[in-house]
């Protein structure tokens, strides 16, 4: 049965249009939170659209790892304390979060944008495989390689580290991604299976997450 509603005002029809398009929220959910906004003090309204318009208009996305920021580079790529030569590769900005909230993670991130599922139309020129293999290819420079001797990296070509679902299309995007590094002869490993089949970076638990992360093995295609 679907939902209908007679609305006193076009005004508030169009918020609840509005409010309803969001993700897991339903017309009733909207016209609640459409009234309750009407509640509120006009420049608590005026901050919280702002606030959405600022998200929109003003994000960025850093130019090294594809981060959601404030700045042309991320708070995590500026810090020079981390280890820039380790890069976790994950699907979206809230894997990032998930992992730094687990504070078991120095190195830095590279943010796809999503996997690869031809179900839904997605390949590897739809997601950032390619910036990737930019970067890792810039780790093996004879200048990288010069830099890491000198700070005692004895040489290290550095280390890819796949964080993706472990389905069907997180397993198929990092074995795409092994297929496209391997020539560079970096370490590419994947989290220790502390995590189930199919879950999502996103919904485990800190501990969880942490020891895959410190636990984490060879990638083996």
Same mark, same amino acid.
């Given at each position: 049965?679907?939902? $209908?509603?007679?609305y006193p005002s076009k005004l508030l029809e169009e918020a609840v249009d509005a409010i309803s398009s969001l993700p897991g929220v339903g017309r ?30 003003? #994000? $960025? ?11 042309? #580079? ?61 970067? #890792? ?49 970096? $370490? #590419? ?30 990638? $083996?295609?």
């Amino acid at each position: 049965m679907v939902y $209908k509603e007679n609305y006193p005002s076009k005004l508030l029809e169009e918020a609840v249009d509005a409010i309803s398009s969001l993700p897991g929220v339903g017309r009733r959910s909207a016209l609640r939170l459409a009234l309750h906004l009407l509640k509120q003090p006009q420049e608590n309204v005026h901050h919280f659209a702002t606030a959405i318009t600022r998200l929109r208009d003003d #994000v $960025k996305y850093c130019s090294h790892c594809m981060m959601i920021s404030d700045d042309q #580079v991320c708070s995590i790529c500026s810090d020079r304390s981390r280890d820039h030569r380790t890069i976790c590769v994950v699907e979206s900005v809230r894997d990032v979060m998930s992992i730094e909230n687990t504070g078991q993670y120095n190195g830095v991130y590279h943010v796809l944008g999503g996997i690869i599922s031809p179900i839904n139309g997605i390949g590897p020129s739809d997601i950032r495989v390619r910036e990737l293999v930019e970067r #890792v290819a810039a780790l093996v420079s004879p200048e990288a390689l010069f830099e890491a001797d000198a700070d005692g990296l004895e040489g290290s070509a550095g280390e890819v580290i796949l964080a993706l679902s472990g389905d069907v299309e997180g397993e198929t995007t990092s074995f795409y991604i092994y297929r496209q590094i391997a020539r560079y002869g970096v $370490k #590419v490993s994947s989290l220790a299976r502390g995590l189930g089949f199919g879950d999502n970076l996103e919904y485990a638990d800190e501990l969880t997450l942490g020891r895959s992360i410190v636990n984490r093995q060879i990638f $083996k295609p």
